[in-house]
């Protein structure tokens, strides 16, 4: 059973950056396409960005596009979303994904495994 860790959330400004890692005590990330989720209150929980196992392509919501990147770092077994010029409407708790091993679909509604989540707060 693979486990998921987020962290990196916080209070952060209009305009400002933070960056989310997901981490996976014990297993290895490599084998995992991993996509970030995130859920405003009051609103369905979204995918807003994938990368898939292997090949290493992304994908990104019309929302985010220009502003988060999401990468993969082996080394550290992890992968990050950084997100700048972040908005208020960027507010929301934001969850890390993994599909079944191998697979590298990035189909938001294929997800198999969740983390508990990271609540990011963008308020002046």
């Known amino acids: 059973q693979l486990q998921l860790v987020e962290s990196g959330g916080g209070l952060v400004q209009p305009g400002g950056s933070l960056r989310l890692s997901c981490t996976a005590p014990?297993?290895?990330?490599?084998?995992?396409?991993i996509a970030w989720f995130r859920q405003a209150p009051g609103q369905e929980r979204e995918g807003i960005s994938c990368?898939?196992?292997?090949?290493?392509?992304?994908e990104y919501a019309e929302a985010v596009k220009g502003r988060f990147t999401i990468a993969r770092d082996s080394a550290q077994n992890t992968v990050y979303l950084q997100m700048n010029n972040l908005k208020p409407e960027d507010t929301a708790v934001y969850y890390c994904?993994?599909?079944?091993?191998?697979?590298?679909?990035?189909?938001?509604?294929?997800?198999?495994?969740w983390g508990s989540g990271t609540l990011v707060t963008v308020s002046s």
């Open positions: 014990g297993t290895t990330l490599d084998y995992y396409t």
């Open positions: 994904s993994a599909e079944s091993p191998f697979f590298a679909t990035c189909n938001y509604h294929d997800m198999a495994y």
């Open positions: 990368i898939r196992y292997g090949i290493g392509s992304t």
